[in-house]
Structures are given as structure tokens and as C-alpha cells.
């Protein structure tokens, strides 16, 4: 079982060989929640097999199979699987969609049923299938699959008439979303709430707070976990040290590397490294 804090703002890489980020549903197994959150990434959450409840803030969507959701922009949205399922989620980009656009950078999709629902669910698994395997070229076949997916969205499920409430929500999260993707662009170096207050005209108080209210947790520690996301990845790829990791993602040392480590993983780096490959004799520090 998974918990977060309400509200909490996730963060989303794509993966290494898509412009987008394409996976099996981590509560594949069930006995799995998931609490309120939210990304600026446009999410799909299509089940293949099993039953799962979705919940856009406290309206309920029970998914079953051949059913999917889309996930806007901002939107807030929890999961509860307490049964084994098979689902696949996609996480888009929302710049993807930056020429459909609406009004302030916002593009919004239906969760109504359509008569096409059947086809772009057949086109998710097609797409899976198609990148499991990864057979020569696989990474072509994906994304003109992606493609075709874009267009049915785009031209099937994208709403032009929204209430203004909705966009002031919208608004108020964008613009923290705008401020996390200058963050994990530059992670790597110095940032402040001072800079991120001259780059984006805002004091250095309310961006703190907008931190506290939206992202569930503090500027300081927003940063730090983006930092580690990407640590974590070079200690899985590379064989490099603590000290070059370390420095090469914005921590001052291998000590803050490990003391931060430690603290979300309940690990040391070394540990990782060991239950990550315990046949190595020798690991790296």
C-alpha cells in the first residue's frame, strides 16, 4: 500500500527512448491507494485486466476492463486498486498539445464516454505490446502509434467550453507547475527561492507558499527529491562515485547525497547499489 500527502505534486520523467512516459500501473498486485496529486503531464489510465477506482478529486470513476480515463493537466486524482489488475499508464507531456491550446496554456479532455473509446483502447495496448518487445525500429512504430493517439484525443475528447472556476484552478497550479519545470531543468545548479523570484516576478514568499499549498511539501524539499530522482538513476547506470553523483546533481557533497538518500529511501546509496546488483563484488562509492 502507497500513501502520499494530499495534494502533492508528482513528478514525471519520460522514458529514455519515447517523448513520453509509458508503464504498467505500480498496484498491479492490488491492496494499493494512492492519495490526491496531481502533474502538469496530461495522464491516461487504461485497464486491460482486472478493476480499479479513480477518483477526479471526490468523483468516482470505477474502471474495469477495456475502460480508461484521461487525466488533464493540474487535474487532482487519487487511485484505489485493492484488487490484481493490468493497467497501463501514459504520461504526456501537456507542451505536446501547445498548438491546441486554449487560453493561457491550458488544453482540457472530456472523461465522458465516446464511440471511439474502443479504438484508442485498442491503440494503448497495441502501443505497449509494440515497445515490450522492442523488435528492430520498435521506438518508430510507438510513436506513430503515439501520434494516432494525439489525433483521436486532439480531435475526439478536447473540450473547448470550460467554466471559469475551472481555469482559475487551473491557472493557480500552472503557475507552479511552470516554476517546477525551470527547477528540473537547471536541478543541477544553484537555485533559491530569491532566483526563482527574479526569473518568474513573483516574491520569494509566494512562491514558497504557492510550494506549501500545491505541491504538499516545502521549496527546499521539492528540490532535493528532484535532485535524488536523478542521482538514483546514475547510481542504477553508471558505476560512478558518490562524490562525482553528488556533485553532478546539485548537492554540496556525497554526505548530502546520502543523508537525503537515506532519509526517502530508508537505505544507504551503498545498499541500493547492493540489492540493485548483488552479484557485484565490488561497489563503487
Same mark, same amino acid.
Request: with cysteine; glycine share 4%; aromatic share 14%.
Given at each position: 500500500?502507497?500513501?502520499?500527502?494530499?495534494? +502533492?505534486?508528482?513528478?514525471?520523467?519520460?522514458?529514455?527512448?519515447?517523448?513520453?512516459?509509458?508503464?504498467?500501473? %505500480?498496484?498491479?498486485?492490488?491492496?494499493?491507494? &494512492?492519495?490526491?496529486?496531481?502533474?502538469?503531464?496530461?495522464?491516461?489510465?487504461?485497464?486491460?485486466?482486472? %478493476?480499479?477506482?479513480?477518483?477526479?478529486?471526490?468523483?468516482?470513476?470505477?474502471?474495469?476492463?477495456?475502460?480508461?480515463?484521461?487525466?488533464?493537466?493540474?487535474?487532482?486524482?487519487?487511485?484505489?486498486?485493492?484488487?490484481?489488475?493490468?493497467?497501463?499508464?501514459? *504520461?504526456?507531456?501537456?507542451? #505536446?498539445?501547445?498548438?491546441?491550446?486554449? /487560453?493561457?496554456?491550458?488544453? $482540457?479532455?472530456?472523461?465522458?464516454?465516446?464511440? #471511439?473509446?474502443?479504438?484508442?483502447?485498442?491503440?494503448?495496448?497495441?502501443?505497449?505490446?509494440?515497445? *515490450?518487445?522492442?523488435?528492430?525500429?520498435?521506438?518508430?512504430?510507438?510513436?506513430? +502509434?503515439?501520434?494516432?493517439?494525439? $489525433?483521436?484525443?486532439?480531435?475526439?475528447? &478536447?473540450?473547448?467550453?470550460?467554466?471559469? %472556476?475551472?481555469?482559475?484552478?487551473?491557472?493557480?497550479?500552472?503557475?507552479?507547475?511552470?516554476?517546477? =519545470?525551470?527547477?528540473?531543468?537547471?536541478?543541477?545548479?544553484?537555485?533559491?527561492?530569491?532566483?526563482?523570484?527574479?526569473?518568474?516576478?513573483?516574491? !520569494?514568499?509566494?512562491?514558497?507558499?504557492?510550494? +506549501?499549498? $500545491?505541491?504538499?511539501?516545502?521549496?527546499?524539499?521539492?528540490?532535493?527529491?528532484?535532485?535524488?530522482?536523478?542521482?538514483?538513476?546514475?547510481? /542504477?547506470?553508471?558505476?560512478? !562515485?558518490?562524490?562525482?553523483?553528488?556533485? &553532478?546533481?546539485?548537492?554540496? =557533497?556525497?554526505?548530502?547525497?546520502?543523508?537525503?538518500?537515506?532519509?526517502? $529511501?530508508?537505505?544507504?546509496?551503498?545498499?541500493?547499489?547492493?540489492?540493485?546488483?548483488?552479484?557485484?563484488?565490488?561497489?563503487?562509492?
Amino acid at each position: 500500500m502507497m500513501n502520499q500527502n494530499n495534494n +502533492q505534486l508528482e513528478l514525471i520523467f519520460p522514458n529514455k527512448d519515447i517523448s513520453f512516459k509509458m508503464f504498467l500501473f %505500480e498496484g498491479k498486485d492490488g491492496h494499493y491507494y &494512492r492519495d490526491k496529486h496531481w502533474h502538469r503531464e496530461v495522464e491516461i489510465f487504461a485497464v486491460v485486466d482486472g %478493476e480499479l477506482d479513480f477518483f477526479l478529486d471526490v468523483t468516482r470513476i470505477h474502471l474495469t476492463s477495456g475502460q480508461f480515463v484521461l487525466v488533464n493537466s493540474n487535474e487532482i486524482h487519487s487511485i484505489n486498486a485493492p484488487k490484481p489488475n493490468r493497467t497501463i499508464v501514459l *504520461q504526456i507531456p501537456v507542451g #505536446t498539445f501547445r498548438r491546441y491550446y486554449l /487560453d493561457n496554456s491550458f488544453i $482540457y479532455f472530456s472523461h465522458s464516454r465516446k464511440d #471511439t473509446d474502443t479504438q484508442l483502447m485498442e491503440l494503448i495496448r497495441d502501443m505497449y505490446d509494440t515497445y *515490450q518487445e522492442k523488435a528492430l525500429g520498435y521506438d518508430l512504430a510507438v510513436q506513430g +502509434q503515439f501520434y494516432h493517439l494525439l $489525433y483521436l484525443m486532439v480531435q475526439k475528447y &478536447r473540450e473547448t467550453e470550460l467554466d471559469r %472556476e475551472m481555469m482559475q484552478q487551473y491557472r493557480n497550479r500552472n503557475k507552479l507547475s511552470e516554476i517546477v =519545470d525551470y527547477i528540473k531543468d537547471n536541478y543541477s545548479e544553484e537555485i533559491t527561492l530569491e532566483r526563482l523570484g527574479s526569473t518568474f516576478g513573483y516574491s !520569494s514568499t509566494y512562491i514558497s507558499k504557492m510550494f +506549501q499549498k $500545491y505541491a504538499g511539501c516545502g521549496f527546499k524539499k521539492y528540490l532535493e527529491n528532484v535532485r535524488l530522482e536523478h542521482a538514483v538513476k546514475e547510481l /542504477d547506470q553508471t558505476k560512478d !562515485s558518490l562524490d562525482i553523483i553528488a556533485a &553532478r546533481n546539485g548537492f554540496p =557533497d556525497r554526505k548530502a547525497l546520502s543523508k537525503a538518500f537515506q532519509n526517502l $529511501y530508508n537505505m544507504t546509496p551503498r545498499q541500493y547499489r547492493y540489492n540493485k546488483n548483488p552479484d557485484e563484488k565490488v561497489i563503487i562509492l
